[in-house]
């Protein structure tokens, strides 16, 4: 079976050959292996996130992209303003993110790794939309001190920009009341699935990273039951399991709906904004 690492180099290998900058005996497939890991183009920004709707506007806007299955990650390759990017889809969960995050060192190396999604708001004073760069991040319901990430930026409440501490849970939190315990025992901004399992495999790998997660569902609303079901690690929706929902409770329909509406206009406001802080990530933007 193709390792993780290999099936991140031939996704942006495939981008640099359907761009045309990769040699012709890389493009052949006929040279060795070392020689295509060297014709490979490395990123210096590979971007790290669980699910295809989170992305899925940052892989509009790359050129040339290239898919590659490899183990339990999609590894997508292709070009930003002239420069070779990776996305890594890996699937939800702390364990998923970090082993994912290894893949992307052992294959690139990058200068940076971002990891970037959807979050759960605990402070009630952040709405929807609120983007949150993360100064640490910690892990709950452990007496492991929080992973300091080196941000040193200002907040912009005008702008819905925050920055301070997120928590890493290990399930959906989903009810107002859930969101209230958690940020009561952490104090942290918002709480996502995968940020920890990034950061500890950057620590470990002394590779810098950055986390930007913008709030999908606010600490004042509660999820629909349903969606603890209904969607795979992956991301996938199970078939059976959201007929049942339906039959159930045939409400659910419209919340799960809504839910992906407004996941479809986080993301939106997620990809604007990790493309305006890659400039500043880049050695140079052509």
Known sequence: MQSASQAAMDAVRGAAQDSGKASDSAASGKAQTTADEEETPRPAIVIIAALRIEIAPLLASLKHPHHVQGGDFVFHGGFWKGHPVAIVESGIGLDRARRAAHAAIDAFNPQWII???????????????????????????????????????????????????????????????????????????????????????????????????????????????????????TGSVRAGALVGAILNRPGSINDLWNLRESALQSSERLSAFVQSVMPMLLPSVA
């Not at 849970?169 to 107002?176: E, G, S, Y």
């Not at 986390?211 to 603890?228: F, Q, W, Y």
Request: aromatic share 4%; glycine share 8%.
């Open 115 to 233: 990891s970037a999604g959807f979050a759960g708001g605990l402070d009630p004073s952040l709405s929807k939309g609120s983007l949150i760069l993360a100064e640490n991040v910690q892990l709950y319901g452990t007496a492991q001190p929080a992973i300091q990430l080196g941000l040193s930026m200002a907040s912009e409440p005008a702008n819905k920009i925050f920055t301070g501490s997120i928590v890493t849970v290990p399930q959906i939190i989903r009810t107002v009341k859930e969101k209230q315990v958690v940020f009561e025992n952490t104090g942290a901004l918002a709480a996502e699935m995968e940020t920890w399992g990034v950061a500890d495999a950057c620590r470990t790998r002394h590779c810098r990273m950055i986390s930007i997660r913008v709030i999908s569902d606010d600490a004042k609303t509660n999820l629909p039951p349903e969606i603890m079901t209904v969607s795979g690690p």
